[in-house]
């Protein structure tokens, strides 16, 4: 009696997994990682997990089956270096009087969704989100109050006094500290980045810039007092830095990541290489610069251009890279989301191949985050992230302006219609 009650309980839960099975029917699978293509494979999808790719479609088939088999389908992409709950159009003191946390929260939300619809599964912001609304955001994402991707965020910036402020009067104080953290000096710098990680950072961002003559540069004792309490939980260090002045401390220092890197050297590139430190590189599209207004658009586009020549540089010298936006001002009419892809063109003018931003955007991105077992990849024990395009994004990465499926967590997500790409 005891055995017949275990086969019947058996048969019951394996048909209840069966039953909550989805079949995903594949025309041609993407493997970034590889930069090779599957034809005609069958994921399985229980929960939110994929349970295995396969050739043939199960017997009996599960209930539910989606039929992507004229699509290329590749796991679902990822922003490294984003800000979803800034609005980049005043000061950085006067934001905050103008914004409060709720509002940042409802904007943070919004750009999530936008950038979900466009694709992106998992992104990484990496701060200037008031008193840690990141945190918040990112909760009420997994706690499936809203639908949106997983967020890497990184609470409040640390940097040495005054931020990224040029300038404030005393009278006015250190309004900056509402999104940010002064650090000076390694025991400064060690508790920041337990405050952060008690208040629910994934990632933890440092901000190392030159104002003056070297006030604003993290030295490389700081740099691995950070790096040793971020990678001690399990955490990666992201650090701000456009120049050698401030990248070299960095790298040797054990950040995982350089934001930026807008001006550093072949040399520098070379080191980032030798350490297995990731650049993620925010290079605004040349075809967005006509479209800002700003006061000087000549200048803006001729730094467009060389930053696109850093790119090439540091792909030819090898440093591995991932895709990031920071994405500073935001286009009347073009959500978070197409701006974002508005970025492809960018590593396209470098002249890097579609296989490598592809992998740029998934495999390596990542990497960077740890989350390699967890995400990145469409195979058996990954949660299913996947996106749908109608040509192969390997052969011509402008496929991903045209998304056509996005499933979050095994769940498909509802469409949106996007605004036209900017492509050159």
């Known amino acids: 009696m005891n055995q017949l009650r275990v086969a019947l309980a058996s048969l019951l839960l394996a048909t209840s997994a069966s039953a909550e ?18 034809d005609n494979r069958i994921v399985l999808i229980d929960g939110k997990k994929i349970v295995d790719v396969v050739e043939r479609m199960p017997s009996p088939a599960p209930a539910t089956v989606i039929d992507l088999s004229t699509s290329w389908v590749s ?3 990822m922003d490294l270096h984003t800000h979803l709950s800034y609005d980049y159009s005043g000061t950085l003191c006067a934001n905050y009087v103008e914004h409060g946390n709720g509002y940042r929260a409802l904007m943070g939300m919004r750009r999530a969704e936008d950038m979900l619809a466009a694709g992106f599964t998992t992104v990484r912001d990496l701060g200037n989100a008031g008193n840690y609304v990141d945190t918040d955001l990112r909760k009420a994402i997994e706690a499936g109050l809203f639908v949106g991707p997983t967020i890497v965020n990184a609470g409040k910036i640390i940097a040495p006094f005054g931020a990224q402020q040029d300038s404030a009067p005393v009278e006015v104080g250190p309004c900056w500290h509402y999104e940010y953290i002064d650090a000076d000096g390694v ?6 980045v337990r405050t952060n990680i008690f208040y629910g950072a994934r990632v933890i961002k440092l901000v190392s810039d030159p104002r003056g003559q070297t006030h604003g540069i993290y030295t490389e004792e700081e740099i691995r007092v950070a ?17 050698d002045l401030t990248a070299i401390p960095a790298i040797l220092g054990g950040a995982d ?10 040399a520098t590139l070379k080191l980032m290489k030798q350490r297995g430190v990731y650049l993620v590189s925010t290079d605004r ?19 467009a251009r060389a930053k696109v020549e850093r790119l090439r ?17 935001d286009l009347g009419g073009r959500d978070r989301g197409r701006m974002t892809l508005d970025f492809i063109q960018g ?24 989350l390699e077992a967890e995400r990145g990849s469409i195979a058996k024990g990954q949660y299913a992230d996947l996106i749908a395009t109608a040509a192969n994004p390997l052969a011509d990465a402008r496929a991903l302006a045209a998304v056509t499926f996005v499933m979050k967590d095994g769940k498909p997500v509802p469409r949106r219609t996007l605004s036209a790409a900017l492509f050159e």
């Open 285 to 303: 599209p040349i075809s967005h610069v006509p479209l800002l207004n700003l006061p000087n658009p000549a200048a803006a586009e001729a730094s």
């Open 347 to 370: 590593w396209i003018d470098a002249g890097i191949p579609s296989d490598y931003i592809v992998k740029a955007m998934t495999t390596n991105a990542a990497r960077v985050m740890k």
């Open 75 to 77: 796991p679902g992409l």
């Open 187 to 192: 025991d400064e710098v060690r508790k920041a």
């Open 257 to 266: 990541s350089i934001e930026h890197g807008y001006t550093v050297s072949d």
């Open 227 to 243: 790096a040793e309490e971020t990678h001690r939980v399990g955490l990666t260090l992201a650090v701000h830095a456009k120049e």
């Open 21 to 38: 099975t989805i079949a995903v029917k594949v025309g041609h699978l993407v493997d970034p990682a590889n930069g090779t293509v599957m």
């Open 313 to 329: 540089r540091a792909y030819k010298i090898g440093v591995p890279l991932a895709f990031g936006t920071d994405v500073t001002e």
